[in-house]
């Protein structure tokens, strides 16, 4: 058996599906499927890990492991293309329907020539190039030449292709000027038809059950696995179940009769009438169609695992969502999706993974790489240490991770799970009290166990809070490389006069307005000033260090007291006139008594005596 994490290595991000006319007088069309990769877990400085061997790498090195080979893959499910090098066949059928509302999914087509069946076709990625292949994709990006060891044969696409589907490589669209993140050439999975087609209505490419699209990696054994799936996991009953029919209204079939007679129909550019054959090479025929084909919107693939939204990227002129990211990093507003939900809208307009207007990389991207650092989310690759680091984990909606610091609601639901969980085991029985006392009548014995030795988050002592929060994480840097012995970049500590400032805050805000549990601590960090250092205008990631130093140390059902006990020993004179004034002195000795008592059922439940030597 062999266990997977979540590698460096690039997940199918989307794929636009894009039908092209045929510039030949015999008519006939061509489908491009064009897959769009991105790395969700890349940073910037990833590149400059040593690929070829693991030599110097160390523990403190990420990634300290070689980056496996990777390939992408279409083919079907009939042999399990997802172990070994062995697969089966997918099959898309082309069709054609009267009528498509927008660029997506269209309930019913009618088909027309025979059934298409795509063999198992693996290709793979160039393993050592500096900008592409297994470790490009940083942003989101489609397939081009320099991605692959051997790049797939060339094909025009004014020619009709061959029955048999293939990779193959095009030119770039007319209209595609752009010079990030690619300038070479596109790779396609190209699929063909010199079927005698209809004389009008939409061109349907309808994808049967069976059909997938993987990007897998090779083990040191030998044995290829897939990672990540362009529809479900690797059962295949989470892949298409029934056929899917995708289409654009973007092109239609017709028989142009301009600037040459065609004497079958082929696409045409919509509206109906139009005689401009729907052609990659011009600048109003291929990126345009390129910007209206129907696209998978992936979700992360981190967080949601089986389910793709059909749907059209609405774009500005001139660009598609398939030469870029999904992400609205290069337009003005995120793109609207027909048939389903942007998933980037959670982290980018909305809720607590939003960042705030000040911050630094504010409503962007948090994968990119030009202001997207401050409020990227963190990839712990170790065990968890508090309670409070839960704040890094997604939660099951697309790029949203779980919040202790934003109150939509009250109560924040994710606040809960501080009440929830621990990292710390302790014993569930109760500490019995030298002088056990009978717990008032219909009492509750408290579960779990309340605890000595931990800090009341109603506290008014500041200097205790900031005791807990000084040298907290504030900011989790991954070290990436050693530099004199000592791990570059190392994280960033929450400073002793920092750790004050947020201290005195918490107890105002806990002294106005005191939390029944550790759940309201969210509560508390979310109405942190900004004066604190910790207020809205900071990352989310920074805000909740509150919660990774107080989420475990932290509770509210616990007196803690000290009490100062002085025992003194000596006698009285036999001439002593009062108990008072009387006893002579000729020992003494200080204790301290730390007692923990449950306010709820008055239980002494923790008591530690401490001998004072002055």
Not at 72 to 84: E, F, R
Request: some cysteine; overall charge neutral; proline content about 10%.
């Amino acid at each position: 058996m062999e266990a997977v994490g979540a590698p460096r290595l690039p997940y199918i991000n989307g794929l636009a599906a894009c039908p092209v006319g045929v510039t030949a007088l015999s008519g006939g069309m061509n489908w491009f499927l064009i897959p769009n990769l991105w790395d969700p877990f890349r940073d910037s400085w990833d590149l400059t890990e040593a690929n070829a061997s693991n030599s110097g790498n160390g523990p403190f090195l990420t990634p300290g492991y070689l980056r496996p080979p990777v390939r992408i893959t279409i083919g079907g499910a009939t042999g399990a293309p997802t172990i070994g090098g062995s697969g089966g066949t997918g099959s898309v059928l082309l069709g054609s329907t009267s009528a498509v509302t927008n660029s997506g999914r269209v309930a019913s087509a009618t088909s027309f020539g025979s059934t298409v069946t795509i063999p198992f076709l693996p290709l793979p990625l160039a393993i050592n190039s500096s900008t592409a292949g297994r470790d490009g994709f940083r942003e989101a990006a489609r397939l081009g030449s320099s991605d692959f060891t051997s790049a797939p044969v060339s094909f025009t696409t004014t020619t009709l292709g061959a029955a048999v589907p293939s990779w193959n490589t095009i030119a770039r669209p007319q209209g595609d000027t752009a010079t990030t993140p690619r300038t070479d050439s596109y790779v396609v999975f190209r699929i063909s038809s010199s079927s005698t087609l209809p004389s009008s209505g939409y061109p349907v490419l309808i994808l049967n059950s069976g059909f997938q699209m993987t990007m897998d990696y090779q083990s040191p054994n030998g044995t290829w696995y897939s990672y990540s799936f362009l529809q479900g996991k690797n059962a295949t009953n989470t892949w298409i179940s029934a056929p899917l029919n995708i289409a654009t209204n973007y092109s239609v079939y017709g028989t142009p009769t301009t600037p040459t007679a065609y004497t079958a129909p082929t696409v045409v550019n919509a509206p109906p009438g139009t005689v401009t054959a729907t052609n990659w090479t011009l600048a109003t025929g291929g990126v345009a169609a390129l910007a209206k084909a129907p696209m998978f919107a992936k979700a992360d693939p981190r967080s949601i695992r089986y389910n793709s939204q059909i749907g059209a990227l609405t774009l500005n002129s001139g660009s598609a969502g398939i030469i870029g990211s999904i992400w609205p990093s290069a337009y003005t507003s995120a793109p609207a999706m027909p048939g389903g939900t942007n998933p980037a809208i959670y982290s980018q307009t909305t809720g607590d993974n939003a960042p705030a207007a000040g911050v630094v990389g504010a409503n962007s991207n948090p994968y990119g790489e030009t202001n997207g650092d401050a409020v990227r989310p963190v990839m712990m690759n170790r065990p968890f240490r508090s309670v409070g680091e839960m704040g890094y984990a997604f939660r099951d909606q697309p790029f949203r991770t779980l919040s202790f610091s934003w109150a939509p609601t009250s109560p924040n639901p994710d606040a809960g799970l501080l009440d929830l969980f621990t990292t710390t085991a302790y014993d569930p029985t109760p500490t019995p009290s030298p002088t056990p006392t009978a717990a008032p009548a219909n009492t509750p014995t408290p579960t779990p166990t309340p605890r000595g030795g931990v800090i009341n988050l109603n506290s008014q002592q500041s200097g205790a809070i900031a005791g807990v929060l000084t040298s907290t994480i504030r900011h989790e840097d991954t070290p990436r490389a050693v530099v004199g012995g000592v791990p570059t970049p190392s994280p960033s500590p929450l400073a002793s006069p920092a750790a004050n400032t947020v201290a005195a805050s918490l107890a105002s805000l806990s002294g106005s307005a005191p939390i029944l549990n550790r759940a309201g601590l969210a509560t508390l960090i979310t109405n942190l000033p900004d004066t604190s250092g910790l207020g809205p205008s900071q990352p989310k990631t920074e805000r909740e260090s509150v919660a990774r130093a107080l989420g475990e140390m932290g509770q509210t059902r616990t007196w803690n007291l000290l009490i100062d006990v002085i025992a003194q020993s000596g006698r009285y004179p036999p001439n002593a006139t009062s108990f008072q004034n009387g006893f002579v002195v000729e020992g003494e000795q200080r204790y301290w008594v730390h007692v923990a008592i449950d306010r709820f059922t008055g239980q002494v439940i923790a008591k530690r005596i401490e001998t004072v030597n002055e």
